[in-house]
């Protein structure tokens, strides 16, 4: 149906006889203030790729099996250990790479936590967490990383 200027104005007339600025409706819609991000403390060690390393050797015992090898030798390392050491080693070994991307997403990348669970849960399929639990687990590592504290 093609309204005319006439029914046009003809209905914002009868709206207008309706509804008046004291109404509630009229109360309830305005400009909202733009919400923007908080600033985040991001910690100085995290850019460096040395202090980085010692985080992870310091709260994952098992890289010390390969501190100054390549990973293909750590890998053997490992699977030459006993069987409950072995498995050990592999979840001490994913805790370490997911630690590390999140510290690569979150404070050199700077994502929010959000959009870092995003990536992760792609680069992490095994985990099968939801969004808002590897938020949480992300905000966890977040939290181990505030507590560390470099030797200068």
């Known amino acids: 149906m093609i309204r005319d200027r006439k029914q046009f104005e003809a209905d914002n007339k009868r709206l207008r ?18 919400r923007t991000a908080l600033p985040r ?16 050797l310091a709260e994952f015992p098992m890289l010390v099996l390969g501190a100054r090898r390549e990973w293909d ?7 030459l250990l006993p ?23 979150v404070y050199r990348l700077r994502l929010s936590e959000r959009e870092a669970a995003r990536d992760v849960q792609q680069w992490f399929p095994y985990r099968r967490r ?23």
């Open 17 to 34: 006889r309706a509804v008046d600025g004291d109404d509630q409706f009229m109360e309830g819609h305005g400009i909202k203030k733009v």
């Open 41 to 56: 403390h991001i910690p100085q060690w995290t850019q460096s790729d040395e202090q980085v390393r010692q985080f992870l």
């Open 73 to 79: 030798m750590l890998m053997l390392r490992v699977a």
């Open 83 to 105: 069987r409950r050491q072995r498995e050990r080693a592999q979840r001490q070994l994913e805790r370490a790479v997911y630690v590390y991307a999140v510290i690569r997403l």
């Open 130 to 152: 939801g969004l808002g639990r590897e938020t949480q687990s992300i905000k966890d590592v977040l939290k181990m990383a505030q507590k560390h504290h470099p030797s200068a």
